[in-house]
């Protein structure tokens, strides 16, 4: 993700005196840490906002968070774990006795505190709600019953609604008066008989509408009601979507159960986007904070897959081994083929991809896009056919393995706009993410074809 | 990016109502387009969401559009506009006539009118800013001073203000009076002498508090003042860090211009994350719906340096002709060790890029990630090392072979972890993105390793 470590120093300096963990301040506690200057570093530590205090302690060592942790104790904002790094989180948690866990749950919005809970092991986790007072308790329990990465998990239990036949007045009478409300919400929810919404106000609209007014003659009736077992994925569209600012959540009966609001949801896009990323290098999750046993197992199995395809073209290269033999040249430029094959390939995957994902690439345009890049492919291929060929005609002064590499150059970029389309189009059919999938079978496609053409024009036309 | 599209068909269902641009929607309008029933497609249409129009719009060819332009015509919601991707957006402009476009964009949000204005060349954006009043060509004069991607750029101009001596009261009966607001917004902001933001209260507890309560007394006053240039990159960083609703932008004198949302953050997000997707699949831009010789061009260059990497690996093969002559296995093993250093060196890479984006790879901890990765590397390396060795052996039934594969495997997998690492740190320090540029370098290293570690070796063995 680009953001200031990307810019240049005079950009980022933009953030001075608005961002708290900065590396002078990381320095500043370590060396206060080292002193045991307890005082100094609760001195630095205490005007620091969660989510500041939370990038700092994951630049400590161990030893450091523990003794960051003893200076700071009972003062810490709950919302410092909801900042924090999961793994990382885990550690700190381990630490803590169940009572000054349930304390921090209890503080937290429902959202956060689930997400605290869902990662604790079973019998914690049992441990933990028992130490809960009933009331949050059911609330807890009801909400783990949805699965881990639905619209469910990120709701706001708490929900300002009103009921239909209520004025502007009323409702600001109300607001005034309960206190079982959110600390910040940006809609009123409208709710009929059984609970239903049936209609949504802006905050901001209520504030400008005189008393007297029906709630019902201001409220925007085309609601987008997020069923509560709705996969997040889905929910971060809608909201992308349409701009919305929060959403209603409702249960199979179509009862109003909660409220997922914008913020929530540009924490899932950033999951999405490290997902993505992470699967385009081959891994599964971010293991930047895992101990090097773990990283070592999780990256393990991508590489194996890896040595699969690149066997596979070895065997292909085996086919030819009596004509390398003869003309060494050709050991010598086959990797060019094959690796401008894979960038070509890569390139359009990538767009391909994308479009898939932003529903932009569908069944009745495909056609169309695969012909265009199997186009953009030969033109290119031709650009660099005539230039390495050139190349390869100077270097080994013999036109005719110019004449090969360009030839087999022309294909495999044919080849690389036609499978980095077709690949993606074929695993979504088959409902495999190809987002996953589809980077290890482009490259085996175009290492194949890359060696097998260059390889076997080369015996055809040379030997 | 994942959404609805990567998902099993189960869960795609859980879109059924909620999303306009279905499948079912593009076929029936396209099938009425081609009867030429306007009639009936201004009724499938009409329900739409301005952002459901226009991703049906995207799906269709030159020839739908203009139909569906001519049916839908001056019922169109501007909105559109600000939804439509960019290349389609700049064709549909060029058939709109200045007066039109004048309309639209002064119904627009002003950061979105702007996003709409700054893509028109110099003539038609003198032209198009001469049609509109001069009130509010003055404010987008303004906005368009600043450089694209800055804050200014993304904010819009009307802000819901009140002074810091005002009551509850006060405030409410000035918001119903008050016609020049923005139509949704979450937090007022408390101005002092000369124009000042001094504190924000949001709307949602403006609502909940007594009438005569003081408004000094109930606002925040840790505000994140941005200023007008900084980078829309850090303007998300922020977002994101202290999970704000709105933000206010202030000018160089520290007045209040603007306040920017978080649906705006969300779309800066949104491009941040298409940046590093094409960065990595070698893109400079998303060329989706471009032209083939426009997107012929813009990948050209990324293969080019492509082009001069694989020559430098093929001359380190070239070093070792003799060797490869004499024995073929090696021509045919070879790619294998340069292909799994690349694989693991990108897993490592994309780990590290991700971290320095998020501030959380430091200076502070860069020498102990180095560490673990080449450590990671290394043990990752000899388990692949005796499979890949053993493998060898039996393929060509030479066990020195075997024994060399398995050391250059070694060799090459350190070096992918300590490349991983180095390189987008030194690149970082050299203020250049390493989103952009370590991939490349680090190919070019493990390919060159690879290569003179196994060929090197062998040789030396071997021969």
């Given at each position: 993700?680009?953001?200031?470590?990307?810019?240049?120093?005079?950009?980022?300096?933009?953030?001075?005196?608005?961002?708290?963990?900065?590396?002078?301040?990381?320095?500043?506690?370590?060396?206060?840490?080292?002193?045991?200057?307890?005082?100094?570093?609760?001195?630095?530590?205490?005007?620091?906002?969660?989510?500041?205090?939370?990038?700092?302690?994951?630049?400590?060592?161990?030893?450091?968070?523990?003794?960051?942790?003893?200076?700071?104790?009972?003062?810490?904002?709950?919302?410092?774990?909801?900042?924090?790094?999961?793994?990382?989180?885990?550690?700190?948690?381990?630490?803590?006795?169940?009572?000054?866990?349930?304390?921090?749950?209890?503080?937290?919005?429902?959202?956060?505190?689930?997400?605290?809970?869902?990662?604790?092991?079973?019998?914690?986790?049992?441990?933990?709600?028992?130490?809960?007072?009933?009331?949050?308790?059911?609330?807890?329990?009801?909400?783990?019953?949805?699965?881990?990465?639905?619209?469910?998990?990120?709701?706001?239990?708490?929900?300002?609604?009103?009921?239909?036949?209520?004025?502007?007045?009323?409702?600001?009478?109300?607001?005034?008066?309960?206190?079982?409300?959110?600390?910040?919400?940006?809609?009123?929810?409208?709710?009929?008989?059984?609970?239903?919404?049936?209609?949504?106000?802006?905050?901001?609209?209520?504030?400008?509408?005189d008393r007297p007014v029906p709630i019902s003659e201001i409220m925007d009736t085309d609601l987008k009601l997020i069923p509560a077992a709705m996969d997040q994925e889905n929910v971060a569209f809608l909201f992308r979507q349409y701009g919305l600012a929060s959403a209603p959540v409702v249960d199979d009966p179509g009862r109003l159960v909660g409220v997922i609001t914008v913020d929530d949801v540009v924490t899932v896009i950033e999951e999405e986007h490290e997902e993505d990323m992470l699967s385009l290098g081959g891994l599964r999750e971010d293991d930047?904070?895992?101990?090097?046993?773990?990283?070592?197992?999780?990256?393990?199995?991508?590489?194996?897959?890896?040595?699969?395809?690149?066997?596979?073209?070895?065997?292909?290269?085996?086919?030819?081994?009596?004509?390398?033999?003869?003309?060494?040249?050709?050991?010598?430029?086959?990797?060019?083929?094959?690796?401008?094959?894979?960038?070509?390939?890569?390139?359009?995957?990538?767009?391909?991809?994308?479009?898939?994902?932003?529903?932009?690439?569908?069944?009745?345009?495909?056609?169309?896009?695969?012909?265009?890049?199997?186009?953009?492919?030969?033109?290119?291929?031709?650009?660099?056919?005539?230039?390495?060929?050139?190349?390869?005609?100077?270097?080994?002064?013999?036109?005719?393995?110019?004449?090969?590499?360009?030839?087999?150059?022309?294909?495999?970029?044919?080849?690389?706009?036609?499978?980095?389309?077709?690949?993606?189009?074929?695993?979504?059919?088959?409902?495999?993410?190809?987002?996953?999938?589809?980077?290890?079978?482009?490259?085996?496609?175009?290492?194949?074809?890359?060696?097998?053409?260059?390889?076997?024009?080369?015996?055809?036309?040379?030997?």
């Amino acid at each position: 993700m680009a953001d200031s470590q990307d810019l240049p120093v005079e950009e980022r300096d933009d953030l001075e005196g608005l961002y708290g963990a900065t590396d002078t301040m990381v320095r500043g506690i370590r060396a206060a840490l080292a002193e045991g200057n307890l005082e100094a570093v609760a001195d630095l530590v205490k005007p620091l906002h969660a989510a500041d205090l939370a990038d700092l302690f994951e630049q400590l060592n161990s030893e450091e968070r523990n003794a960051l942790v003893a200076s700071v104790g009972a003062d810490i904002d709950p919302e410092f774990f909801s900042y924090l790094d999961e793994t990382v989180r885990e550690e700190v948690i381990d630490d803590l006795d169940t009572e000054q866990l349930a304390t921090v749950v209890q503080e937290l919005d429902t959202d956060d505190a689930v997400d605290l809970i869902e990662d604790l092991d079973k019998e914690d986790q049992a441990e933990l709600l028992q130490a809960i007072p009933a009331e949050d308790r059911a609330l807890f329990e009801d909400t783990l019953r949805y699965p881990e990465e639905s619209a469910a998990r990120l709701m706001n239990r708490e929900v300002a609604t009103v009921p239909s036949y209520w004025s502007v007045g009323q409702t600001i009478d109300y607001m005034r008066s309960d206190a079982d409300l959110p600390t910040t919400f940006y809609d009123i929810y409208v709710v009929g008989p059984s609970y239903r919404p049936i209609g949504a106000v802006p905050v901001s609209r209520l504030l400008r509408t005189d008393r007297p007014v029906p709630i019902s003659e201001i409220m925007d009736t085309d609601l987008k009601l997020i069923p509560a077992a709705m996969d997040q994925e889905n929910v971060a569209f809608l909201f992308r979507q349409y701009g919305l600012a929060s959403a209603p959540v409702v249960d199979d009966p179509g009862r109003l159960v909660g409220v997922i609001t914008v913020d929530d949801v540009v924490t899932v896009i950033e999951e999405e986007h490290e997902e993505d990323m992470l699967s385009l290098g081959g891994l599964r999750e971010d293991d930047f904070y895992e101990a090097v046993i773990y990283t070592t197992r999780a990256r393990f199995s991508w590489l194996l897959v890896n040595l699969a395809t690149a066997i596979l073209a070895s065997m292909v290269i085996g086919l030819f081994d009596a004509s390398i033999e003869k003309v060494v040249a050709l050991a010598v430029l086959m990797p060019i083929v094959a690796s401008m094959g894979g960038n070509a390939g890569t390139q359009t995957l990538t767009v391909a991809v994308r479009a898939l994902a932003l529903k932009e690439l569908t069944p009745a345009n495909a056609m169309r896009i695969v012909g265009k890049e199997i186009l953009v492919g030969g033109i290119n291929g031709i650009v660099f056919a005539i230039l390495m060929g050139l190349i390869a005609w100077f270097w080994f002064d013999n036109w005719l393995i110019g004449l090969v590499l360009a030839c087999a150059m022309i294909i495999n970029l044919l080849m690389a706009g036609f499978a980095g389309t077709i690949v993606p189009l074929t695993l979504d059919r088959l409902k495999i993410d190809p987002a996953i999938a589809s980077a290890v079978v482009l490259t085996t496609v175009t290492d194949v074809i890359g060696f097998l053409s260059f390889l076997g024009l080369a015996t055809l036309v040379l030997l």
